[in-house]
């Protein structure tokens, strides 16, 4: 754990000896005279407390996730920091930029020890949207934005899926610096102590951030995407990268109605054992085939989404499950961020949020809308 630096003058020391010698109603006490050490320790722990930067932490993952977790406590050991955390309530994975709009959300407060801490039933960008809005939090603004550390790789295009990725662009659209920061986990390989090994490897890059971002130094206008190897503690070290075209296969798997948890007209837990196998027999005979029920508004053809759906001009509705596989590529350029990352690097990409087209794809775009428009005349 890092110790940080806490002297202070003499003549400070004998200020605040002077003012708690006073609260005591020794008013007649010479300032020179000794207040009792731990009255002074706790006096420079309450200037510390206002004084230290503050950082504010979300993920995609959710508030009880590790990663998250693991951070957050490394954040508050280290003492250097006032730790703020407003993450999701629930797994928001692959949420993207997503807002909640025309519903209420609640901000419940969680203990965290250490830090101050609210559960969000939204998104990431729901919960930096909150937390620097001046609603939920009295401070104005923090130093820093911090998300993550989220389970699995935010590289190439899988950050325009990336809840943890949209919490720090959310910030960085409202002018605060911040990180993303993802752990490579592969199934079966990893584990859960690698989040505490991960934060060990980015702690020393966000302790630099928030120095430089004190100094007036760090880059302005960008965030940073930090994707930790699958064994962060035998990393490489770090390396600047870009973004790649990467991203996981994405599976769609048809499945059956009757094992949807939220199909209607289905077997409860709450059911008699009779309404239970009276529904068995009922799924068993019409296994494949379509079950009809009347809503308010239409009829609709529940089916097997592994059947084929029935002629008929009422409603059909099936069910498939999303799958995320990964992709077996081999990857040439060294710059590019899933290359460093598979390589064994810390791979640290900087994101922008200006607009960037190339100038052979601007030149092509103008030329064809130009052709496109002149050949409907």
Known sequence: MTS????????????????????????????????????????????????RPIVLVTNGDGIDSPGLVSLVEALVSE??????????????????????????????????????????????????????????????????????????????????????????????????????????????????????????????????????????????????????PTSPSSNKGFKVTKQSMWRQSHSWQAVSANRHPGAGNFMSNQQSLGAQLAQLGRDASAAGAARRFTTQKKSIVEIESVGVAPKTESRVKKYFRLELVAKNEEHTDEDLDIKALEDGFVSVTPLSLRPKMDSETQAAVSEWISKALNADQ
Not at 16 to 44: I, Y
Not at 136 to 161: D, E, H, T
Not at 208 to 220: L, S, W
């Open 79 to 228: 003492g250097l920091y006032n730790v703020h955390v407003c993450a999701p309530q629930t797994d928001k994975s692959a949420s993207s930029h997503s807002m909640t709009l025309g519903e209420t959300i609640a901000a419940s407060s969680v203990i965290i020890k250490g830090a101050t801490a609210f559960e969000v039933s939204g998104t990431p960008v729901d919960c930096i949207s909150l937390g620097l809005s001046g609603a939920l939090f009295a401070w104005s603004k923090p130093i820093l934005v911090i998300s993550g550390i989220n389970q699995g790789s935010s590289c190439g295009n899988q950050m325009f899926y990336s809840g943890a990725v949209a919490g720090a662009r959310e910030a960085l659209v409202s002018g605060v610096p911040s990180l993303s920061i993802s752990l490579h986990w592969k199934r079966g390989e990893s584990k859960e102590s690698d989040f505490k090994d991960a934060v060990g490897v980015c702690l020393p890059l966000i302790n630099a951030t928030i120095r430089d971002i004190e100094k007036g130094v760090f880059p302005k206008d960008c965030s940073l995407n930090i994707e930790i």
């Open 4 to 51: 940080k630096n806490n002297g202070l003058s003499a003549a400070l020391v004998s200020n605040l000896q002077d003012v708690l010698s006073k609260r005591k109603g020794g008013s007649d006490a010479s300032p020179s005279e000794e207040a009792p050490s731990t009255s002074v320790a706790a006096a420079k722990e309450e200037i510390d407390e206002d004084s």
